[in-house]
C-alpha cells in the first residue's frame, strides 16, 4: 500500500510538469511539424528553420522586399540634400582673399585640370624664381559658399595623393604642421609634407584646405571612416585651398620664411 500510494504521489506530482510541456510541443509542432519532442543532442539546421517560416507560404514574396529596400535607398538620397540644406546659414566669419591674384574659372594644362578637380567657383597659380636658386609653385582655389562635408571630398586630400602617385615625387615625411598669425590674429594652420624629386632634392608643401567660420580641416586622410563623419558636419561658407612647393631651400624653416614672404604676408581679410 505504501508503495502504491507513493507512485500515485509521483504521477500526480509530474503532472503540472507534463501540462507544461504540452504547450511547448504544441509550440515546436506550429513553427515545424515533425518536431514532436526535444532532441538535445540534434544539430540545429538553420535552413530548415527559415524554410519552415509561415513567411514563406505567403504572398509576401522575395521581390518585395527588394522594392522596399530600393524605394528606402531612393527617400534617403532624397532626404540627404534636404537635409544639408534646411536652415543652415553661411558663417559670417572673417574671410581672406589672395589680392592682386589674377582669378580664372577655366586655364590650359597643368593648371586647368587641378581647378577642374577640385570644383572651384575660380582659381589662380603662381610660378616664381627666387634668390639663390630657388623656386616657388602656388595654387590658389575659391569657393563662394560650400558645405564642409562636399568641400572635405574635393579639398581634403593629403598633398601626396596628386603628386607622388603621377611618379613625380616620392614622399619622405607627412602629417606636420605649420601656424601662420595673421596680422588681424586670425591663425592659419598649414599641413606641412616633404617630398623628394627624383634625383633627391627635397620639395616642402604646404597646404591649407580652409572654410569660412570653422578653418582648417584638422585631418587630410582618404580613410573613409574620416570622411563618413566629416560628410556629416553641418557648417557652410566660403572657402579656400592654398598650396604650395618649395624647392632648392636649404631646409624646411627656410621654406616656411619664403613662403611666408612671397605669399602669406599679402593676403587680405575682411569682415562679412
Request: aromatic share 12%; glycine share 6%; with cysteine.
Amino acid at each position: 500500500m505504501k508503495d502504491e500510494s507513493s507512485s500515485s504521489r509521483t504521477e500526480r506530482s509530474s503532472l503540472p510538469i507534463q501540462n507544461c510541456l504540452r504547450p511547448c510541443q504544441l509550440g515546436l509542432r506550429r513553427i515545424h511539424p515533425s518536431s514532436l519532442t526535444l532532441t538535445p543532442r540534434s544539430k540545429f539546421n538553420i535552413q530548415h528553420f527559415f524554410l519552415s517560416l509561415p513567411i514563406q507560404n505567403s504572398k509576401f514574396k522575395i521581390h518585395h522586399f527588394s522594392l522596399l529596400f530600393l524605394l528606402f535607398l531612393f527617400a534617403l538620397e532624397a532626404a540627404i540634400p534636404a537635409w544639408r540644406n534646411a536652415g543652415l546659414q553661411p558663417s559670417t566669419a572673417p574671410v581672406f582673399y589672395w589680392k592682386g591674384a589674377t582669378l580664372l574659372t577655366s586655364a590650359p594644362p597643368p593648371f586647368g585640370p587641378a581647378l577642374e578637380m577640385y570644383r572651384a567657383d575660380r582659381g589662380a597659380e603662381l610660378t616664381k624664381d627666387l634668390p639663390e636658386g630657388r623656386k616657388m609653385t602656388f595654387f590658389y582655389f575659391e569657393w563662394d559658399s560650400i558645405e564642409l562635408g562636399p568641400f572635405s571630398d574635393v579639398g581634403g586630400h593629403e598633398p601626396e595623393i596628386c603628386n607622388v602617385r603621377h611618379g613625380s615625387f616620392k614622399l619622405l615625411q607627412s602629417g606636420g604642421q605649420r601656424a601662420y598669425k595673421a596680422a588681424n590674429g586670425e591663425t592659419l594652420r598649414f599641413n606641412y609634407t616633404l617630398l623628394a624629386l627624383p634625383n633627391g632634392n627635397p620639395v616642402y608643401v604646404y597646404k591649407l584646405p580652409w572654410i569660412q567660420g570653422y578653418g582648417l580641416l584638422e585631418s587630410l586622410t582618404q580613410d573613409r571612416s574620416t570622411r563618413f563623419q566629416t560628410a556629416f558636419l553641418r557648417h557652410r561658407g566660403q572657402a579656400r585651398v592654398l598650396e604650395a612647393g618649395l624647392f632648392g631651400s636649404s631646409d624646411e624653416d627656410d621654406a616656411w620664411s619664403l613662403f611666408q614672404r612671397e605669399v602669406l604676408d599679402k593676403l587680405q581679410w575682411e569682415s562679412r
